[in-house]
């Protein structure tokens, strides 16, 4: 190769071609007579032309393929041990860690502003240019646009094999199962990010340098190269867009719809020109679909909850798979705030048309009152609907109030220690921690008032059988007490702090009427049980999720 | 066009009709009235594109020709919104979840999906006809060159063997679509193998192992036509669109340079009594016998634009190979003409291709939202959602 041999022969080469072009230029412009001599002159020289043209493209592929140059982008795993948040029907409850885990968003890696790289060795770009005018003046552009446009897209699909880019068809990826596509989606949004703002615009600016003194060639050739790969990207993006809605879709839906907006300005900057606007349109349009798409996801969230029904109430009354579920769900959601904000105000603009009450969204333009707020308000609600919905499962109402109380208090804490408090407000979890502790309240009664009706005076008349009444209320209030450890140390509170407060206020009342009985009615030690000291231990077992029996145990 | 006239029209009359709202026992006569309607067009409009009347506007088409592809995509989404205007416009969603449709309307939209597939397979096999239409301009820039010398035609028999050659591996199962990868490895050597000097750069667009033929044959596999009671009605009209869907695709397929095309041209499950249907078997038994014809000998596609480049391509190969100077003044008028054939080919390229690729990409977008449209009307019939709170 003339390339290869050192800077002499190329430029001898490239003296020789000039030559040929002068001599043909010259000959041409001589009137044409019927000078047989120069009529073979000119076939003969044009004939060189030929030779040294086609030698040329040779040597242009040569160089494109010898000298192209890969940017390799930092490796990326995309089937990371990061989990989605998905509801386990099975009721395996779903560790918070893990969705917290989940909730990064997709790291937008080592990619940011301008990343121009060399996609040639920029030594031979002089080379390329040197080629470039020679092939154009003499007429054979076409040659020239030919082997670079295909030696261009032969780079541009190996780097999406570099990049480890699959291409689907829309029927792979509306049947590929969800694990697969969340990692599949997260790669697209990484090898969107590289392949527009580095590759392509890179690939861009090589084309000029090349060409960019012949008008609009330079972007007619980019386009051509980049064309396939770009609809390949965007096609992608529409399988995902048309796929069926399902909730854990949604952020993966939104990384996508921002990584996207994000893009967008790059996309236009790229195929401004005429060759590509009709890809660019195509890409806005990609955005409003996935936007639609997640917003539709989105609102489905709210019909999934209450369309979640079981008829088996959940063992032991602790938090269910559902509030976790939700409660982490809506969490994750607040990091995307800006851009839900936007695609619902966007809905509004769609379905509602009064401008008073765009006045007034202006008015109360605090947080709390966002798009996301009100929408987030509505799906806590569907929730507490459906929780005390699955409540009235339960036989005994003590167990009702337990898993409200459990439930609640869970959404409250979440909401509490997170960003969440800035969309629900001070009110809001006023509210809720007044609605948990009336169920514990609530419990309370329900529970206890019963069995410490053994222990209280009225009715104890008759002085005769006053003692023995006495004795048998105490074996009832025993007997009772038993019943309700036997049930309630299967009971759950997972939470410790609610736990405890929940034993305190117990313990406070029982022991005191408890002790009070005692020593009011000089019971002996013979004829009791449990001494009030044990009866405080055994309220500690209650709320430990596992049953104990009271009866049979040997004690002490 | 004529297809277009007659689509508003028929539009506009049923949602007049529609807005009354059918009752749920549905307006029976008006019913089939519409399915005779929709039957009538579909007959009209592939008859006119089996044996196209020349118009004041378009002149008579070429079977296969570029334009007339563009008209076949004109015909199918005349008749999808047709068929979508029947089935779903002002009708009581719950209809279409009853048997069959319950079955038959899934199985459309399974197909659409297949065709979306197709449609990019196709876009990607354009991109290879205009690499032709380059090579082709190539050699009418040479061979138009005045005076006549060894160097322009060398230039051309260049560009025409890379031409033939490119057309021609394309069809060798397809098997560039992977060959091209390892053009880079290969170095530049490349330019010495079978696809003789070119760069050939056409990647599969819709999956490494994705299947042209396979993907026919899976749109037309539980393609069957309705009987009994079902014969008439929605069920009908739903075998009617999904029929026309798959007869277009398949025209498309043999047509256009794709993927895989090995053993496309089957027979073709649409019984022949079928009135509607006439011009759509004829149709297709014309295709599909040129098919064979292409297929023993490997061609790019039934393409007219492309035929003919191979045509005249082959013919001023065998011209440039025993050119000796000078030309012989007979010779060369002969050639002369041929170029200029050449040449009005490569215009009808350069003016049809890119409107064509967008409207298949317009069908491609038409495809996705009447699938999204149905899926919603099925979706207001699943849960009626309990708006909560």
């Known amino acids: 190769m003339i390339w290869d041999a050192g800077p002499r022969e190329v430029s001898d080469y490239l003296g020789a071609v000039d030559e040929v072009q002068t001599l043909i230029e010259s000959l041409g412009s001589l009137s044409m007579s019927e000078n047989g001599e120069q009529k073979e002159l000119l076939y003969q020289v044009d004939n060189l032309l030929q030779v040294a043209m086609s030698r040329l493209e040779e040597e242009l592929i040569h160089i494109l393929v010898q000298h192209k140059q890969y940017f390799e982008p930092e490796y990326v795993s995309f089937h990371s041990c990061q989990e989605d948040v998905v509801y386990d029907e099975s009721m395996v409850s779903l560790e918070d860690e893990s969705v917290e885990e989940a909730s990064r968003r997709v790291s937008s890696g080592s990619v940011s502003g301008e990343n121009i790289i060399d996609l040639i060795d920029p030594r031979v770009i002089p080379d390329l240019k040197a080629i470039a005018n020679a092939m154009f003046a003499s007429n054979y552009d076409p040659e020239f646009c030919e082997a670079f446009i295909c030696a261009r897209k032969d780079a541009l699909n190996e780097y999406f094999i570099l990049l480890g880019l699959d291409i689907f068809s829309i029927e792979d990826v509306l049947r590929m199962k969800w694990s697969t596509l969340s990692s599949e989606i997260k790669k697209w949004n990484w090898a969107m990010k590289i392949i527009i703002r580095v590759y392509l615009a890179s690939e861009k600016q090589l084309c000029n340098k090349i060409l960019g003194g012949f008008g609009t060639v330079s972007s007619f050739c980019f386009v051509e190269i980049a064309r396939a790969s770009l609809l390949c990207l965007l096609n992608f993006g529409e399988a995902i867009a048309m796929g069926s809605i399902q909730p854990e879709k949604l952020f993966r839906l939104l990384d996508m719809y921002e990584v996207l907006d994000d893009l967008l300005i790059d996309i236009d900057c790229l195929l401004f020109e005429e060759a590509g606007s009709y890809i660019r349109i195509e890409f806005h349009e990609l955005l409003r679909k996935l936007g639609h798409s997640a917003r539709q996801t989105f609102l489905k969230l709210q019909n999934a909850i209450v369309s979640d029904t079981s008829m088996k109430p959940l063992p032991h009354g602790g938090i269910h798979p559902l509030t976790r579920y939700v409660m982490n769900y809506i969490k994750t959601l607040t990091i995307y705030d800006d851009t839900l904000n936007l695609l619902l105000e966007h809905q509004n603009m769609e379905y509602t048309n009064s401008v008073v009450e765009s006045e007034i969204e202006q008015e109360l333009s605090s947080i709390t009152f966002c798009p996301l707020a009100c929408h987030l308000c509505s799906i806590t609600s569907a929730l507490e609907c459906n929780l005390v919905k699955r409540s009235r499962l339960y036989k005994e109402d003590s167990l009702q109030h337990i898993f409200l109380m459990n439930n609640i208090h869970y959404m409250v804490q979440k909401i509490k220690n997170s960003d969440l408090s800035l969309f629900f407000g001070d009110e809001w979890i006023r509210k809720h921690n007044g609605k948990f502790q009336q169920h514990e309240t609530a419990y309370q009664r329900a529970t206890w008032c019963s069995v410490l009706s053994f222990l209280r005076d009225d009715g104890l008349v008759s002085n005769s059988v006053f003692k023995v009444t006495c004795k048998e209320r105490c074996r009832d209030f025993t007997a009772a007490f038993e019943e309700v450890y036997k049930i309630q140390t299967q009971w759950s509170i997972p939470d410790s702090q609610l736990k405890e407060d929940v034993l305190i206020s117990t313990s406070l009342k029982v022991i005191h009427a408890y002790r009070s009985f005692i020593g009011r009615h000089h019971i002996s030690d013979k004829h009791i049980k449990y001494t009030a000291d044990d009866l405080e231990k055994l309220l500690l077992d209650l709320f430990e999720g596992s049953r104990r029996s009271l009866r049979n145990s040997q004690r002490r | ?389």
């Open chain 2, 1 to 389: 066009m004529p297809a277009t006239d007659y689509q508003g029209s028929f539009l506009g009359r049923i949602s007049i009709r529609r807005n009354q709202v059918m009752s749920m026992e549905g307006n029976h006569e008006q019913e089939i009235e519409d399915l005779e309607m929709f039957q009538k067009h579909v007959a009209d409009r592939f008859a006119d594109l089996l044996s196209p009347q020349p118009s004041e506007e378009a002149p008579a088409q070429t079977l296969c020709s570029i334009s007339w592809i563009r008209k076949l995509l004109d015909v199918f989404l005349c008749c999808d919104a047709e068929f979508k205007a029947i089935l779903i416009m002002g009708r009581d969603p719950s209809q279409i979840i009853k048997p069959p449709l319950d079955r038959l309307i899934p199985e459309l939209l399974d197909r659409a999906v297949k065709a979306l597939d197709i449609c990019n397979a196709i876009t990607n096999g354009i991109e290879a006809v205009k690499h032709y239409q380059k090579l082709a301009e190539i050699a009418v820039t040479a061979l138009e060159q005045r005076p006549f010398g060894d160097g322009q035609v060398k230039r051309a028999k260049k560009a025409l063997n890379s031409l033939i050659a490119a057309m021609s591996c394309e069809d060798k199962d397809g098997n560039n679509y992977t060959r091209t990868w390892s053009f880079g490895r290969r170095g530049a050597a490349a330019t010495s193998t079978k696809c003789t000097g070119q760069l050939r750069s056409l990647s599969w667009s819709v999956g490494r192992n994705w299947s042209a033929t396979k993907q026919i044959h899976a749109m037309s596999a539980n393609l069957v036509a309705p009987r009994g009671a079902e014969s008439s009605g929605l069920a009908l009209q739903v075998y009617i669109m999904s029929t026309i869907l798959v007869s277009v695709m398949w025209a498309m397929v043999a047509t256009i340079p794709c993927q895989e095309r090995t053993g496309l041209a089957t027979h073709f499950p649409v019984p022949k009594q079928l009135s509607w249907a006439h011009s759509m078997i004829a149709l297709h038994e014309k295709i599909g016998e040129e098919w064979k014809k292409k297929e023993k000998k490997g061609s790019a596609g039934l393409l007219e634009e492309m035929q003919k480049l191979e045509k005249l391509g082959q013919s001023l190969i065998e011209f440039t190979d025993n050119f000796q100077f000078p030309a012989e003044d007979e010779r060369a008028e002969e050639v002369t003409a041929q170029v200029a054939e050449m040449a009005e080919t490569c215009r009808r390229m350069e003016e049809g291709l890119v409107p064509l690729q967008m409207q298949i990409r317009e069908v491609f977008h038409r495809i996705v939202r009447s699938r999204a449209e149905f899926l919603d009307a099925l979706d207001s019939t699943g849960k009626v959602s309990a708006t909560a709170i």
